[in-house]
């Protein structure tokens, strides 16, 4: 059996795509949004050497995105870039200009077709005859033929491309807004904006301002090692408002400019923060096609790892930086309470504790972005919150300050009772001040013109302590009728009628002020009680005053309402001047200075308003002094500074002498 003949033949075939490569895989199927494609243009456009970049959805009368136009100043397409690269798909970069273009794969124009099927093209170039306009439409449905109009003048014109998109694709007027179109371009270009701060895109002719946005920047070098296979630059931005999430993830990372990858790492030490990781290794993964996959890549999983420990990192060292630059922004302003350096070591506490506690506040309510004027309300109520509130509560419910937080503040008031010196402190001071404005009231100028029941009998109202810290008022310009019941009430007397008080000579006498010990005398007698007559600075004590006291003392001696057991009294006279016979009354030997008259339980004295001030300071200032030894012995400052050392830490610079009067000369105390 003859076996059949085999013919061998061999030929050539041509690779033969049909239009729809370009206008459905590469173009309407190739990117999942509008915005997508409208950023890809975008580079197209800065790769053509465009400046500025204009992005515009133009809405019709129902609100509805009928078109959307991009438009820039570049170079244009000229006629033997339209014939030569333009209509050739996955045409390779020109030569020399790899590493300068955004667009890599030479497919970009075409993401029109993902906006809309219908494209107006208008390009304006330049050559050394003059100037080119050529203009052109692509539609979805004709792919096979490019009718161009060109037109050639001598006259020059404005460069550029302008691109008008119809029959969008998109008609979610949602998807399409100008805001959404923002935010992508925004976080595509973010790094691309920065490293060229002379580009400019415009979404509705507003500039999306990346520079605006950043409160600080700083950058670092991720060096290649075994794991990382290429150096990589990571830029940490903290940002003047919070990073929604919602539109932005809070790490991209780029190649030449655009954001290949966006993540979200799990604990970002403040919203405000945005990390940016540029490196070459990842336009490797753009050009390969391996952008949907990148997660699954080894080298950039380890690059993110690395990216991710950096910025924690940074965060540490931002939060230091912060509570500096704000503390010391803080003892600035001349609404700080302590702006002149005092030696004393209650103030130097007490400056810690504000300082720690202001910065608290600062984390939680950002008192940094305050207004001047919400600033010093802050400020000043933080103040009185030290003298005169429970400072745990003002740092539970207004700082709303970590358990971990409060814990500490707890054993530094447990440890020291830091809180009672502070506001004991804080009293004394306030009353020294007192004191010397009292002495101007009643020997100054004033003095001519102070009224005693009207003026000077207010003022001492609310100051009874002048007269021993350990009194209180029981009743100011009350008659002896009013004094009795008070009296007997704090004795345990039961009261006493009308009637009965009718007998009691002097009863419808008026004392200025009667004042009752606040706690029970460890010793006897139970109860001790004052009564004060106070006189106008323009009133000489003489014989008619002296008189006036001796009928008080009479009244208390002579009454039997009154608790004779129990009970101590005290009868101030008090004016700024006394008469040479009230002197040698007040002034007899074997006497105590000031005293008129003394039984077994009472004593009658007068005084001159000089001698109670000066009593009262040198009170007052043994007070102050035994503060400041307790300070030194519970060494506050040292444990702040081992809890909140970041706070706390150029305390001792502001001790400095020089630094001391730079201070004082920046503004007085409030």
Same mark, same amino acid.
């Given at each position: 059996?003859?076996?059949?003949?085999?013919?061998?033949?061999?030929?050539?075939?041509?690779?033969?795509?049909?239009?729809?490569?370009?206008?459905?895989?590469?173009?309407?199927?190739?990117?999942?949004?509008?915005?997508?494609?409208?950023?890809?243009?975008?580079a197209n456009s800065f790769d053509a050497g465009a400046t500025v970049v204009d992005v515009d959805v133009h809405l019709n009368q129902l609100g509805t995105p009928e078109s959307i136009t991009v438009a820039d100043d570049g170079q244009g397409?000229?006629?033997?870039?339209?014939?030569?690269?333009?209509?050739?798909?996955?045409?390779?970069?020109?030569?020399?200009?790899?590493?300068?273009?955004?667009?890599?794969?030479g497919v970009g124009r075409l993401a029109v077709y993902r906006i809309g099927t219908v494209s107006d093209w208008t390009s304006a170039s330049k050559s050394k005859e003059g100037f080119t306009r050529i203009s052109f439409t692509l539609k979805?449905?004709?792919?096979?033929?490019?009718?161009?109009?060109?037109?050639?003048?001598?006259?020059?014109?404005?460069?550029?491309?302008?691109?008008?998109?119809?029959?969008?694709?998109?008609?979610?007027?949602?998807?399409?807004?100008?805001?959404?179109?923002?935010?992508?371009?925004?976080?595509?270009?973010?790094?691309?904006?920065?490293?060229?701060?002379?580009?400019?895109?415009?979404?509705?002719?507003?500039?999306?301002?990346?520079?605006?946005?950043?409160?600080?920047?700083?950058?670092?070098?991720?060096?290649?090692?075994?794991?990382?296979?290429?150096?990589?630059?990571?830029?940490?931005?903290?940002?003047?408002?919070?990073?929604?999430?919602?539109?932005?993830?809070?790490?991209?990372?780029?190649?030449?400019?655009?954001?290949?990858?966006?993540?979200?790492?799990?604990?970002?030490?403040?919203?405000?923060?945005?990390?940016?990781?540029?490196?070459?290794?990842?336009?490797?993964?753009?050009?390969?096609?391996?952008?949907?996959?990148?997660?699954?890549?080894?080298?950039?999983?380890?690059?993110?790892?690395?990216?991710?420990?950096?910025?924690?990192?940074?965060?540490?060292?931002?939060?230091?930086?912060?509570?500096?630059?704000?503390?010391?922004?803080?003892?600035?302003?001349?609404?700080?309470?302590?702006?002149?350096?005092?030696?004393?070591?209650?103030?130097?506490?007490?400056?810690?504790?504000?300082?720690?506690?202001?910065?608290?506040?600062?984390?939680?309510?950002?008192?940094?972005?305050?207004t001047r004027r919400q600033q010093e309300v802050v400020f000043r109520l933080l103040k009185r919150s030290l003298e005169n509130e429970d400072l745990l509560e003002v740092l539970k419910e207004v700082a709303k300050l970590s358990d971990e937080?409060?814990?500490?503040?707890?054993?530094?008031?447990?440890?020291?009772?830091?809180?009672?010196?502070?506001?004991?402190?804080?009293?004394?001071?306030?009353?020294?001040?007192?004191?010397?404005?009292?002495?101007?009231?009643?020997?100054?100028?004033?003095?001519?013109?102070?009224?005693?029941?009207?003026?000077?009998?207010?003022?001492?109202?609310?100051?009874?302590?002048?007269?021993?810290?350990?009194?209180?008022?029981?009743?100011?310009?009350?008659?002896?009728?009013?004094?009795?019941?008070?009296?007997?009430?704090?004795?345990?007397?039961?009261?006493?009628?009308?009637?009965?008080?009718?007998?009691?000579?002097?009863?419808?006498?008026?004392?200025?002020?009667?004042?009752?010990?606040? #706690? +029970?005398?460890?010793?006897?007698? $139970?109860? *001790?009680?004052? %009564?004060? !007559?106070?006189?106008?600075? @323009? =009133?000489?004590?003489?014989?008619?005053?002296?008189?006036?006291?001796?009928?008080?003392?009479?009244?208390?001696?002579?009454?039997?309402?009154?608790?004779?057991?129990?009970?101590?009294?005290?009868?101030?006279?008090?004016?700024?001047?006394?008469?040479?016979?009230?002197? #040698? +009354?007040?002034?007899?030997?074997? $006497?105590? *200075?000031?005293? %008129?008259? !003394?039984?077994?339980?009472? @004593? =009658?004295?007068?005084?001159?308003?000089?001698?109670?001030?000066?009593?009262?300071?040198?009170?007052?200032?043994?007070?102050?002094?035994?503060?400041?030894?307790?300070?030194?012995?519970?060494?506050?400052?040292?444990?702040?500074?081992?809890?909140?050392?970041?706070?706390?830490?150029?305390?001792?610079?502001?001790?400095?002498?020089?630094?001391?009067?730079?201070?004082?000369?920046?503004?007085? =105390?409030?």
């Amino acid at each position: 059996m003859t076996k059949p003949k085999t013919k061998t033949e061999s030929y050539d075939l041509q690779w033969s795509f049909v239009p729809r490569i370009a206008t459905d895989h590469l173009g309407s199927l190739k990117y999942s949004t509008t915005s997508k494609a409208i950023r890809e243009l975008v580079a197209n456009s800065f790769d053509a050497g465009a400046t500025v970049v204009d992005v515009d959805v133009h809405l019709n009368q129902l609100g509805t995105p009928e078109s959307i136009t991009v438009a820039d100043d570049g170079q244009g397409i000229s006629p033997e870039a339209l014939r030569d690269r333009f209509i050739r798909i996955g045409v390779e970069p020109k030569s020399g200009s790899e590493g300068s273009l955004l667009g890599r794969l030479g497919v970009g124009r075409l993401a029109v077709y993902r906006i809309g099927t219908v494209s107006d093209w208008t390009s304006a170039s330049k050559s050394k005859e003059g100037f080119t306009r050529i203009s052109f439409t692509l539609k979805s449905d004709e792919r096979n033929n490019l009718s161009v109009k060109q037109e050639f003048t001598k006259t020059s014109v404005p460069l550029g491309t302008t691109i008008n998109v119809f029959n969008l694709l998109d008609k979610d007027a949602e998807r399409l807004s100008p805001g959404r179109i923002s935010n992508d371009l925004l976080s595509h270009f973010c790094s691309f904006l920065l490293g060229h701060p002379q580009k400019i895109i415009r979404v509705q002719g507003q500039a999306l301002d990346v520079g605006g946005m950043i409160e600080r920047r700083e950058s670092e070098t991720i060096p290649a090692s075994e794991h990382i296979s290429e150096e990589a630059n990571m830029e940490h931005l903290m940002l003047k408002s919070v990073v929604d999430q919602s539109r932005f993830q809070q790490m991209l990372f780029s190649a030449k400019g655009l954001t290949v990858h966006s993540f979200q790492p799990e604990d970002v030490f403040s919203s405000q923060y945005m990390g940016i990781v540029e490196c070459p290794y990842l336009d490797s993964i753009v050009t390969s096609n391996r952008e949907m996959l990148i997660e699954m890549d080894d080298g950039f999983v380890r690059l993110r790892d690395e990216a991710v420990a950096r910025m924690a990192r940074f965060g540490q060292r931002f939060e230091v930086m912060k509570k500096e630059s704000f503390i010391e922004r803080a003892r600035r302003e001349p609404y700080y309470p302590y702006r002149i350096i005092s030696n004393d070591p209650v103030t130097g506490v007490e400056q810690a504790i504000y300082d720690v506690v202001l910065e608290k506040l600062n984390e939680n309510v950002n008192v940094d972005n305050l207004t001047r004027r919400q600033q010093e309300v802050v400020f000043r109520l933080l103040k009185r919150s030290l003298e005169n509130e429970d400072l745990l509560e003002v740092l539970k419910e207004v700082a709303k300050l970590s358990d971990e937080d409060i814990e500490k503040f707890r054993k530094v008031l447990e440890h020291t009772t830091l809180e009672s010196i502070i506001k004991l402190s804080s009293e004394v001071t306030n009353r020294l001040v007192f004191l010397e404005i009292l002495h101007k009231l009643v020997y100054g100028e004033e003095s001519k013109h102070l009224k005693e029941r009207s003026q000077l009998h207010k003022i001492i109202d609310s100051h009874c302590w002048v007269f021993g810290p350990q009194f209180h008022l029981a009743t100011s310009d009350r008659s002896f009728r009013e004094i009795i019941r008070k009296h007997r009430t704090k004795a345990g007397l039961p009261d006493i009628s009308d009637d009965q008080l009718l007998s009691v000579v002097g009863i419808e006498d008026i004392p200025d002020l009667f004042l009752a010990a606040s #706690r +029970d005398f460890p010793t006897h007698p $139970k109860h *001790h009680h004052v %009564l004060v !007559e106070i006189k106008a600075p @323009t =009133v000489t004590l003489a014989r008619k005053e002296v008189d006036q006291i001796r009928r008080y003392a009479e009244t208390i001696l002579d009454s039997h309402e009154f608790d004779k057991d129990s009970t101590r009294w005290d009868l101030f006279l008090v004016s700024s001047r006394i008469s040479t016979q009230v002197e #040698r +009354d007040r002034t007899q030997k074997d $006497k105590r *200075h000031g005293c %008129l008259w !003394e039984w077994d339980s009472m @004593t =009658v004295w007068a005084f001159k308003w000089s001698e109670i001030i000066t009593t009262a300071q040198e009170s007052m200032q043994l007070v102050k002094d035994h503060l400041a030894r307790k300070s030194q012995e519970l060494a506050v400052s040292d444990y702040l500074r081992e809890n909140f050392p970041e706070v706390l830490k150029s305390l001792n610079a502001l001790s400095n002498p020089s630094q001391n009067a730079s201070a004082s000369k920046q503004g007085d =105390v409030l």
